[in-house]
């Protein structure tokens, strides 16, 4: 585009051509501190010069929130913890290559503290965070700490990402030691890691009661966390939760060489002040027990859940138990959720090829009640009782409150192998239909996204995958 000013020019009857020219050239400047400003936003990637510590520690307080921290091949033993303040991306050569052991014992026995933690994640500013994530290792705790700690004491969500790490040995004798904590408002996705030898693997707790009075839960939603696509070699309970915590559990394969009671947690509020569990989902894991081992699926104590598509190898026990332990009046909130078990589905969890229902094994305060506060898998559901599984076509026209229908094209009668598990070649598929009122079907839930849309890569860095 060619321009052209004609100085002598006159407009309106004497404003000259001059400020024409004049608001060009500001114009001109504008889109220059524009342009110089977008070019500048792009996150930098920083690389460490080693896998040590001191290298490592280095490029991270070099970074600014939002940045990648590369860390080349290696194997290395640090003797401090790594702790980090911003949002960066912190990215090791691949679990294999970048190795990193742990000389780094735990100062107590509070598994709140984040000095127990190898690897300690609590931003300053967690309302303006971008996305942390650390993947492309392996950690060795050396039986000697917690794992990684990721912390929020704001009801601001911050997101994360662990992925394609190999996570191991987070024990303690002094320590009630997890691979990852997580003490907050934490939403995001740890997937494709690969967990051994940890005392207990990942835990998830809110902020208690802030929790209960500030937040609210709904199933199927991005406000959650998500452990999918990871592989377990267990020992002991690999998931609980409590405190106004939540997690989904989904597509993750489990192996366990002794009795493992219980599988799956969700705390409900308890002597001392802690609140309940707000919600878990816990869909499409496979586990396979040694020998002569029995598992408890679920040990439900508080808050909501849907545990559904899980698939049992073993050849003798496995159970789903339903409790209360705590009268939900001792710890009063204006919160809508009740604290106890309630608004709870479990349908075509499977030992094997035989149907495994939920049962309760224990009611303080006469809170808890199948078909109120809990509903089982019925295979003979016609609207009545429990919850029903099949196509839509054959959901029953009349129902009453409270009673679900899984409508689906997927098989009721098994959990097929290509629906569970790691990668699963067909992830599970459906939709919740709840009776919220006589003979009125309501579509209710459906599975997030998956995978996690945090997996996917982000521009304009491409070094996320």
Known sequence: MKIRYFESATINGGVKMELIKNIYSILVAIVLVFCTSVAGSYAATIRAASASH???????SAASSGDTVTVPAGEVTWGDQLVITKGIVLIGAGAGSTVITSNYNNVNGNYFDGRNYFINYEPANPATAPLFRLSGFTFDFNNKCGGIRL???????????????????????????????????????????????????????????????NLTYTYGTADNIYYEDNTFYITGTPHSCGAGGRYCARYNTYISPSQLNPWYDAHGNQDGGNYATMGVEIYGNTITMSDNKGVRIFDHRGGQALCFNNKVVTTVWADIIVREEYDDALYPHPNTFLQHANNSYYWNNRKNTTLISGEEIQDCCDDIAENSEFYNHNINFDGTTGVGCGTLASRPVTCTIGVAYWATDQDCSIVNDNNVGVNPTTPISGTLYKCTAPNIWTAYYTPYTYPHPLRKPVAPNPRIQ
């Open 151 to 213: 912390a929020n004491d704001t009801i601001s969500s911050l997101n994360i990402r662990i992925d394609h790490n190999i996570i191991k040995n987070a024990t303690s004798t002094t320590l009630s030691a997890r691979a990852i904590t997580i003490q907050g408002t934490i939403y995001g996705v740890i997937d494709n890691n690969t967990f051994e030898g940890n005392m207990k693997h990942i835990d998830s707790a809110g902020l208690n009661g802030i929790s209960w009075k």
């Open 54 to 60: 001191t290298d490592v520690s280095a490029a991270v």
